[in-house]
Nanobody
Framework: QVQVVESGGGLVQPGGSLRLSCVASGAIFSINALGWFRQAPGNDERELVARTVIRDGDTNYADSVKGRFTLSRDNAKNTMYLQMDSLKPDDTAVYYC?????????????WGKGTLVTVSS
């Protein structure tokens, strides 16, 4: 089993920055990919923000955050980060970390409980 815990959310003014952290524990060796997703207030779905494949480091970003957000990892700390710069009110959401385990071509996701980011003046 894998567990992930997010932290780092808070209130920030437009144009400001925040860094989110996601610490993974458990069967870390089984993780195929790590990603950040978000769910805005009033929305039913979680959208992909950024996701990285562990084996080759290939990282993808949503168009809405390209050039502003950066995903990084510290393997020694089993931690993934999301550096968020030039924040906009539309970035307000609960941000979730997800760890993907790939078994026989099927992704088994593990979600954290989320951390709230509010961008407001």
């Amino acid at each position: 089993q894998v567990q992930v815990v997010e932290s780092g959310g808070g209130l920030v003014q437009p144009g400001g920055s925040l860094r989110l952290s996601c610490v993974a524990s458990g069967a870390i060796f089984s993780i195929n990919a790590l990603g950040w997703f978000r769910q805005a207030p009033g929305n039913d779905e979680r959208e992909l923000v950024a996701r990285t494949v562990i084996r080759d480091g290939d990282t993808n970003y949503a168009d809405s955050v390209k050039g502003r957000f950066t995903l990084s990892r510290d393997n020694a700390k089993n931690t993934m980060y999301l550096q968020m710069d030039s924040l906009k009110p539309d970035d307000t959401a609960v941000y979730y970390c997800r760890a993907d385990i790939l078994i026989r071509g099927v992704i088994w996701p593990t979600w954290g409980k989320g951390t709230l980011v509010t961008v407001s003046s």
